[in-house]
Nanobody, 125 residues
Framework: QVQLVESGGGLVQAGGSLRLSCAAS????????MGWFRQAPGKEREFVAA??????????ADSVKGRFTISRDNNKNTVSLQLQMNSLKPEDTAVYYC????????????????WGQGTQVTVSS
C-alpha cells in the first residue's frame, strides 16, 4: 500500500502562485508515475499533470501548460511530488488530488491506484 498526503492549498488572488506538495510513503517501490488531478464543484475529476518515475518526462493538460510545473524527489523511504502553480486563474479553483502508479495512460483517472485526500485551491478574481 501507498499513502499519499497533500499540503499547500489555500486562497490566492488571480495572477498569484501556490505550491502543492504530496508526500508518498509505504510501498513506494511499486510507484511508477505520479500525477495531479483536480475536481471543481459539479464537475468530473480531471487530469492536471503527471511525471514518470525518473522525473525525466512530464505531461500537462492544455489548460495549465506553461503555468504549472510538476516535479518529484525520490528518496530511500519516501517520494515527494510538487506542483508549482503560477499565473493562477479563477477557473483553477478546485480540490487538487495527488495520485500514484498509473497502470497505463498518465491521463486517465481510473488507472491510478492510490489517491490522497485532496487539498483545496481557491483563486479569487
Amino acid at each position: 500500500q501507498v499513502q499519499l498526503v497533500e499540503s499547500g492549498g489555500g486562497l490566492v488572488q488571480a495572477g498569484g502562485s501556490l505550491r502543492l506538495s504530496c508526500a508518498a510513503s509505504g510501498s513506494i517501490f511499486s510507484i511508477n508515475a505520479m500525477g495531479w488531478f483536480r475536481q471543481a464543484p459539479g464537475k468530473e475529476r480531471e487530469f492536471v499533470a503527471a511525471i514518470n518515475w525518473s522525473g525525466g518526462s512530464t505531461y500537462y493538460a492544455d489548460s495549465v501548460k506553461g503555468r504549472f510545473t510538476i516535479s518529484r524527489d525520490n528518496n530511500k523511504n519516501t517520494v515527494s511530488l510538487q506542483l508549482q502553480m503560477n499565473s493562477l486563474k479563477p477557473e483553477d479553483t478546485a480540490v487538487y488530488y495527488c495520485a500514484a502508479d498509473p497502470g497505463g495512460s498518465y491521463y486517465q483517472v481510473s488507472l491510478y491506484h492510490y489517491w490522497g485526500q485532496g487539498t483545496q485551491v481557491t483563486v479569487s478574481s
